[in-house]
């Protein structure tokens, strides 16, 4: 009895600390969100598997998701952050001597929510090149020419990071603001995001009646949520190519559905833009390469939006959209943006520093590369060969 009674203690002093410490960020579980009402009190949401359904305390408590990674369905009080090491592995041996084989690499730099220090770059017996692109991305470029043994095409990459999460800022907007030539630049059309009488139709048709550009900001990520859904076999993160999701499907992966958003917004005369970058949320982070959009608010700046996010959400945990946890994520990712994401480059249809052979880029959220002058498939990792890997600090 004495034994029980001793087990039974310990077990409540366990329980005690736990919530004192609240829920620690990972994959699966979500960050715990202060009320805005009461600053000495705290809600902790808990994470339940995918069997269980998550609750939530109060309406400012964080919804637990499988498909994103750990955020707040609400605006959060205090800044959660991020912090560790990426290592990025490049192995290019198993093609053949007698070819000359090209490599370009996305080496992330400070931002205004990331701070990148320490990158250190080892290509072996050939020179690297660190070279910056008129979009102002930072590109580790290496070389072997025909000479060259295959086992000696290996480049590791390795850079500290801190990321902090985005959180709302006041919606203030300001018509008598002067746009930037920076910022009018994300008012003009790429190939895959053509500004062109079908997108800005839809545009029209999806902002009709609202007079800001706040409400039609909004009245756009709405749209997608409730018109696109994710497509788990679309390639990669997708290609975004807003008139044939139009034409077709409307489903696809984050730069798809990311891409609509930002589409939309530009042919609205809204600028827009997208960043290409990949979550800090597991130790294995080769295959998770995500984008997401901001928008340009005048009297405020950029403000974050990713629809993408919460329509995966929605397939991984088989919400409905009208659910309160969708809505929930849908609230939290209109202007906040979590801490387990970096990012790479922005910009589409790139020229890369030296140019590449090939087309321009569609994107260059991931590796590229060449073999005497055709790309290699940059979506199949296995195939590239490359690694990305995450160690948490």
């Avoid at 701070?115 to 770059?121: A, F, G, K, S």
């Avoid at 930037?180 to 999806?206: F, G, R």
């Avoid at 997208?274 to 997401?292: L, M, P, S, V």
Wanted: neutral net charge; charged residues 25%.
């Amino acid at each position: 009895m004495k034994k029980n009674l001793k087990m039974l203690l310990a077990l409540g002093m366990v329980a005690c600390i736990t919530v004192g410490c609240g829920s620690k960020a990972s994959n699966n579980a979500a960050s715990s969100a202060k009320s805005a009402a009461s600053s000495a009190k705290s809600t902790v949401s808990e994470t339940k598997s995918a069997a269980s359904t998550a609750s939530t305390t109060t309406s400012a408590s964080s919804t637990a998701s499988t498909a994103t990674s750990s955020v707040s369905s609400a605006k959060t009080d205090e800044k959660q952050s991020v912090a560790g090491m990426v290592t990025n592995v490049i192995n290019m041996t198993k093609y053949e001597k007698g070819k000359k084989v090209r490599v370009w690499l996305p080496v992330p730099h400070n931002s205004e929510y990331q701070t990148v220090e320490n990158v250190v770059y080892e290509a072996g017996m050939v020179k690297a090149q660190m070279n910056t692109d008129s979009n102002g991305n930072q590109i580790l470029y290496v070389e072997w020419d025909k000479d060259i043994v295959p086992h000696h095409r290996v480049i590791k990459l390795m850079f500290d990071v801190k990321r902090d999460e985005v959180l709302r800022p006041e919606l203030k907007e300001d018509d008598k603001e002067e746009l930037t030539a920076e910022i009018k630049k994300y008012l003009e059309p790429s190939k895959n995001l053509p500004l062109n009488d079908q997108v800005k139709n839809k545009a029209k048709e999806v902002t009709e009646g609202k007079t800001t550009d706040l409400e039609k900001a909004r009245a756009i990520y709405d749209w997608v949520i409730a018109n696109m859904n994710r497509n788990e076999d679309v390639k990669g993160c997708g290609e975004g190519d807003v008139c044939a999701l139009l034409d077709t499907t409307m489903s696809g992966k984050c730069t798809d559905i990311n891409s609509m958003f930002v589409a939309l917004c530009r042919a609205s005369g809204i600028p827009a833009r997208e960043h290409f970058g990949i979550r800090i949320n597991a130790d294995d982070i080769t295959k998770n390469q995500h984008c997401w959009a901001e928008f340009y608010l005048k009297g405020t700046g950029w403000v974050s939006a990713d629809p993408a996010d919460v329509l995966k959400a929605v397939l991984k945990n088989g919400w409905t959209k009208d659910q309160k946890e969708t809505k929930e994520k849908q609230e939290y990712y209109w202007g906040n943006c979590d801490a387990e994401r970096i990012i790479l480059a922005d910009g589409r249809d790139l020229t890369l520093t030296p140019a590449q052979d090939g087309e321009p880029l569609n994107d260059f959220g991931y590796p590229y590369a060449e073999v005497d002058g055709k790309k290699v498939d940059n979506y199949t990792p296995d195939q590239f060969i490359y690694t990305y890997s995450f160690v948490k600090k």
